[in-house]
DNA sequence: TTACTTTTCGTAACGGTGTTAGCAAAACTA
DNA sequence: TAGTTTTGCTAACACCGTTACGAAAAGTAA
């Protein structure tokens, strides 16, 4: 009202400017709300309803933002890859070395899942009804390709024409999720026995060794 | 009543005997037809309703037979155990190199794991609220030791000091469920990507030699 | 057979979930 | 100020796991 000569098509904009603004808020603060949930109770209790009782409105405004209650965990999952490709990068800036590389992207890996452990319980569906993530996340081919630039690079040397590095980085990344997983859903089975502890790094160490020195040995290897 | 001269005491160990009967049918009715709504739909659509409906009986009735639906999972958890155990005992038997049976135990599990999905799915929590399976699997305990025998087996003969088999038991499980669990989380991804047909189980080849050769350079190992 | 007791089991409820139709109120426009 | 659009709430639908309670059936004793 204040504001002096301004346009009937400026102050339309003004106005939907704000609404946008403001829905924005909205769609932010259902995210931001969602996520205390998860990360205080858990995914088993995250719900719509919820997260409509938190920030005050009714479930159906929900709707208006999200699709469905799939399409926040996408949302979720996305953001998982990308903090999880960060993480990689950032790792294997670090050094020049391959081999190092590979070390330090599979501790980062490691550090990564137990840093963030409901990203983690998402993004691979451990324990909960996931969403479908193929073909949506777009952060995954990032993925494959930052660590697969180490394999190719470590290998470069004296490669053999079998050697298939799309196949070294599944072998990669098995290891890892394996044993992040299977450390993740049933913790203290796998740590606990017998006064083991700290076992897991030191099976992080023993793995990420056979896969370096499985790809070093690639020249010379018959592919029994 | 035709029967002649039976004693009371007779008879009520008959009709208590019918009756316990009938319970333990009713009992794997429950489970049958859970296991039939399970392989049908998967286990996202399986619930006490849904079995209560299909054998003709209220849903209190399924609940003086299990305390809850987790106890239901549990009793698929234990029976999928036990075929597991079971299918790696038999693919162990097959030879008597500790380096062959190791082998022969990872086709075997990744044989199980894709012959057996819903089995699979839940024994490791893939996409499914699962239960607490910790202590309450008595075949966990031989799985850990029919896949360990055959790693001691192997590391025998000129072993370290510092050789560890439970690592090693650890190594081959994480590599085998990360392989596992990937490919029936998201299939397409991995597989159809430019063509890569049945990797895999080229992958799965390549695991398996890369942790042989582990073992097997074990004596000479620096363990940095 | 009859009267009493125990077991069995179905109805209906409680509190929770995801999702959506329909309508009232607020906001904006003319 | 009157009309239109947008916004958001109420209430419902169809599920879910779980359980209290009461009726009917089955078994027992006279």
């Given at each position: ?70 399409a926040i965990l996408l949302e979720f ?29 599979g501790k980062a890996y490691w550090n ?56 070294k980085y599944q072998s990669f990344w ?51």
């Open positions: 009202m204040l504001t002096p000569l301004r346009k009937v098509t400026e102050v339309v904009m003004g106005i939907t400017d704000r609404k946008l603004r403001q829905k924005e808020e909205v769609r932010t603060s259902i995210l931001d709300t969602a996520w205390e949930i998860v990360v205080t109770e858990g995914w088993s209790s995250f719900s719509i309803r919820k997260v409509a009782d938190a920030i005050e409105y009714s479930v159906p405004v929900i709707y208006s933002h999200f699709e469905n209650k799939e999952n996305k953001k998982g890859f990308q903090l999880l490709v960060d993480a990689l990068t950032t790792a294997k800036s670090k050094t020049t070395q391959p081999a190092d590389q590979i070390r330090a992207m990564f899942a137990f840093a963030n452990e409901e990203y983690y319980q998402l993004m691979f569906g451990l324990g909960i009804p996931s969403c479908d993530s193929k073909d949506k996340i777009p952060a995954l081919g990032d993925f494959s390709q930052v660590i697969m630039s180490s394999i190719v690079a470590m290998a470069a040397p004296g490669k053999t024409p079998t050697f298939n590095p799309w196949l098995s290891m890892l999720h394996g044993l992040v997983s299977i450390n993740m859903v049933a913790p203290d089975r796998v740590n606990a026995e017998e006064g083991h502890k700290d076992l897991p790094i030191q099976v992080l160490d023993d793995v990420l060794c056979s896969f370096i020195r499985g790809i070093e040995a690639a020249e010379s290897a018959r592919p029994d």
